[in-house]
């Protein structure tokens, strides 16, 4: 049984997120996704939606066996209890994998990293991005 970790913030759903799981679910037998914590959200505009809210959709999609909020101070806490054999990032995750595979290392934990690919629109109009989808609202109901 291979596990698979994907990470995330998961705001406002959207093909994009889609295609990251199933890309991610390709790599194992079990999809666990990671739903980052608003608080720890400090890179960009915190979340919309709640950190139950956001791990309950994600829960919901086909290609995730389960659906955990990360943790509040030490992300490698999920990791260690979830103990998978690869972490997949997403394409655009300015994560330093290096950084990450020292902190595996030194905790004994034995996981690959791999690379998710990308989604391209599929049709004009396509927002494959929550930071657009919001824009998108503001523009048209703000
Ligand atoms: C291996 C790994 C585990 C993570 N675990 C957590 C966690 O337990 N709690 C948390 O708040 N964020 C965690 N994160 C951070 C977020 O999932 C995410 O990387 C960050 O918010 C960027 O998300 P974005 O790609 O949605 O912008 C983890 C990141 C990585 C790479
Ligand atoms: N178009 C896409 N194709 C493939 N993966 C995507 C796409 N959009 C988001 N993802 C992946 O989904 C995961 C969660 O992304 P995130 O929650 O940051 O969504 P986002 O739409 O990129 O957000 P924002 O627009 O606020 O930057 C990340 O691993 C990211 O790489």
């Known amino acids: 049984m291979t596990r698979v970790v994907a990470q995330g913030t998961f705001d406002l759903l959207h093909p994009?997120?889609?295609h990251y799981l199933e890309d991610a679910a390709t790599y194992g037998d079990e999809l666990h996704?990671?739903?980052?914590?608003?608080?720890?959200?400090?890179?960009?505009?915190?979340?919309?939606?709640?950190?139950?809210?956001?791990?309950?959709?994600?829960?919901?999609?086909?290609?995730?066996?389960?659906?955990h909020l990360g943790h509040t101070e030490?992300?490698?806490?999920?990791i260690e209890a979830i103990d998978?054999?690869?972490?997949?990032l997403g394409y655009d995750q300015h994560h330093d994998e290096d950084a990450i595979a020292a902190a595996l290392a030194n905790r004994g934990i034995d996981c690959r990293?791999?690379?998710?690919?990308?989604?391209?629109?599929?049709?004009?109009?396509?927002?494959l991005s929550t930071g657009d989808i919001i824009d998108r609202v503001l523009e048209r109901r703000g």
């Open 16 to 18: 994009g997120h889609v």
């Open 74 to 78: 030490d992300i490698f806490v999920p």
């Open 33 to 67: 996704a990671i739903v980052a914590r608003g608080a720890n959200v400090t890179h960009k505009a915190k979340p919309i939606l709640s950190d139950r809210q956001r791990r309950d959709m994600v829960a919901a999609l086909a290609a995730v066996d389960e659906a």
């Open 84 to 88: 998978p054999d690869v972490i997949v």
């Open 113 to 127: 990293l791999e690379r998710a690919s990308g989604r391209e629109p599929r049709h004009d109009d396509e927002l």
